[in-house]
């Protein structure tokens, strides 16, 4: 049988099943699907192939998922650090984007997020910002697979002008993209304290209209929560229920502010906790109980949020810290196992998006989107266990290789479908103009 791709790996983690790893063994790829796993004496048996590679000290696993993302945030990287949330958005993040925030800048910011991405093992990413028709754009052009956050808020920005500006510009948008292979659309109104209960209500009947995901920052701090409690009287995940927003298509980015009749609320509704640990730990915001709304059986994925914040959009990262900070939070060593986190970032993401019939596994029928990370170097050395060295000892340098739909975006190192060089030289502009 002829097939286009033979991945021979030393190691596999289809995270589907769970806690499975096969050892020397082989995917076999065709028109960008997984069409086999089998050990690699029976593959090189059983296929004709076009192109075989050998992956003899690598593990290779699903691309990871980074639910959350404000991608051309890039940008402003290191801007205005070691602040505590309020202040950094209000006085340097907001007045920065006021002035520069165009097509442009989500161009180039966009095109950095997603090469940093690749590089440290990323297929898909779930994105909230202006423009986001040119964040499409680029992650087509570039070969990476997204959600395009169809952004609303009340107030006006250089991309729309008020709450049904932003609503009539996503749903043009959505319709654009809907045929995009790599492409789907989320809903995403930005917060409770930017977003009014009438565009809420018919984000509400577009979602269900269209089967869209929407996608919202909820309980990211102490402070949101009580300054909504002496406004309304209630609390910001009260009201979104009230408004019929919580259900399987609801993704809650942060969440780090829960009561548990709150983790009851989202079990029962079955709606989605988006975990950003470093950029809650670096803007003191709070820490989300990760183990209880798992033990209540709340799919839980994780994201980086912005590189303004965190300060990278690292996801080997993300799960080493997800399971530390999740240990630590419980008080339990054996909360978040390496397993565990290694889901958030894969499978768990794709669930909350909707897209896992698609991808964030390595199982028969699914888009290969596959990554290869090389645990020869001493620092991974020695090796019992390749999920828990991925997860607790493993560097985003180590990422090899990586493919989307079965396209090569990752080649020992080298992007293929962007000039670093050229894309540095954009980047240093951007810092020049940023800081005059």
Same mark, same amino acid.
């Given at each position: ?37 089998? @050990? ?16 003899? #000290? ?12 404000? !991608? ?7 801007? !205005?650090?070691?602040? #505590? ?55 087509? &052009? ?12 009340? %107030?006006?920005?250089?991309? !729309?002008?008020?709450?049904? #500006? ?6 043009? *948008? #959505? ?11 989320? %809903?995403?109104?930005?917060? @409770? ?29 102490? &402070? ?52 950003? @640990? ?12 990760? !183990? ?49 986190? *290694? ?34 170097p001493l620092e991974t050395q020695p090796l019992y266990c390749p999920v828990s060295q991925i997860v607790y000892a493993a560097s985003r ?40």
């Open positions: 049988m002829h097939i286009d791709t033979l991945l021979n790996a030393r190691w596999i983690i289809p995270v589907e099943p769970e806690s499975v790893t096969y050892e020397h063994h082989s995917l076999a790829i065709d028109n960008g699907r997984i069409i086999d796993l089998l @050990p690699t004496v029976e593959a090189l048996q059983k296929y004709q192939v076009e192109s075989i590679e050998n992956l003899e #000290h690598h593990t290779l696993l699903p691309g990871l998922i980074n639910s959350h993302s404000h !991608a051309a945030m890039t940008l402003l990287r290191g801007i !205005a650090d070691d602040l #505590h949330l309020m202040d950094w958005l209000t006085h340097h993040i907001w007045p920065l984007e006021q002035k520069w925030v165009g097509e442009a800048f989500v161009r180039d910011g966009v095109d950095l997020a997603i090469a940093e991405m690749i590089r440290g093992g990323t297929t898909c990413f779930n994105d909230m910002y202006f423009f986001p028709e040119i964040a499409a754009q680029q992650a087509i &052009h570039h070969g990476i697979r997204a959600g395009i956050g169809l952004i609303l808020i009340d %107030f006006p920005s250089a991309w !729309a002008d008020n709450s049904d #500006h932003y609503l009539e510009k996503g749903l043009s *948008l #959505h319709d654009q993209l809907r045929h995009e292979a790599l492409i789907s659309t989320v %809903f995403a109104p930005h917060a @409770p304290y930017t977003v009014g209960d009438a565009p809420l209500k018919k984000i509400r009947t577009f979602a269900d209209k269209l089967e869209l995901p929407i996608h919202m920052h909820v309980h990211e701090t102490r &402070h949101e929560v009580e300054q909504a409690v002496t406004q309304s009287g209630k609390r910001p995940l009260q009201r979104l229920h009230e408004l019929a927003l919580l259900d399987p298509s609801f993704m809650a980015v942060h969440m780090t502010q829960l009561t548990g009749a709150e983790i009851s609320l989202l079990a029962e509704t079955g709606a989605h906790i988006i975990h950003c @640990p470093e950029s809650n730990l670096k803007l003191a915001s709070g820490f989300c109980p990760v !183990a209880r709304c798992l033990d209540a059986g709340i799919n839980v994925a994780l994201g980086t949020d912005g590189a303004a914040s965190n300060n990278d959009l690292d996801m080997l990262g993300e799960m080493r810290t997800a399971a530390l900070l999740g240990k630590a939070v419980a008080d339990n060593a054996s909360a978040i196992p390496a397993m565990k986190a *290694l889901q958030m970032a894969t499978i768990n993401g794709a669930k909350a998006l909707g897209i896992s019939h698609e991808t964030g596994s390595l199982s028969l029928g699914k888009a290969a989107d596959v990554i290869a990370i090389d645990l020869s340098q180590q990422v090899t290789d990586v493919w989307v739909a079965g396209k090569r975006l990752l080649n020992q190192r080298r992007l293929t479908t962007l000039d670093s060089a050229e894309l540095i030289d954009k980047i240093k502009d951007w810092q020049r103009r940023l800081t005059q």
